[in-house]
């Protein structure tokens, strides 16, 4: 059974840094691109960052370009994500998922590339 399983949210004032971490068991993440998304109160889930299966392309949402950074431990079986300057807008639910598709050449940002969602990690930031 494949289960990706989120961790590192919680409350950090605005300007702060968080680092959230997705770990997978039932999976071999190191054969799919990996993606970070976020849902916020009332809003749809929207892309935050991905990444190719060796780690080397990188693709990340305009409002987090800069703050944020995606990397993989594949040995770990782990993706993170490093938040820095961390905005109220940010607040959010975040959740990783993995590409549907074993032979992906291209990043994609679009969440219905993506499948096996994981439960998500609360990050609250406040202002």
């Known amino acids: 059974q494949v289960q990706l399983v989120e961790s590192g949210g919680g409350l950090v004032q605005a300007g702060g840094s968080l680092r959230l971490s997705c770990t997978a068991s039932g999976l071999t993440i190191s054969n799919y691109f990996m993606g970070w998304f976020r849902q916020a109160p009332g809003k749809e889930r929207e892309f935050v960052a991905a990444l190719n299966r060796g780690g080397v392309n990188t693709r990340y949402a305009d409002s987090v370009k800069g703050r944020f950074t995606i990397s993989r431990d594949n040995a770990k079986n782990t993706v993170y994500l490093q938040m820095t300057g961390l905005k109220p807008e940010d607040t959010a639910v975040y959740y990783c998922?993995?590409?549907?598709?074993?032979?992906?050449?291209?990043?994609?940002?679009?969440?219905?590339?993506?499948?096996?969602w994981g439960q998500g990690t609360q990050v609250t930031v406040s202002s």
């Open positions: 998922a993995r590409d549907r598709s074993p032979i992906r050449a291209i990043v994609q940002a679009s969440s219905t590339a993506y499948t096996d």
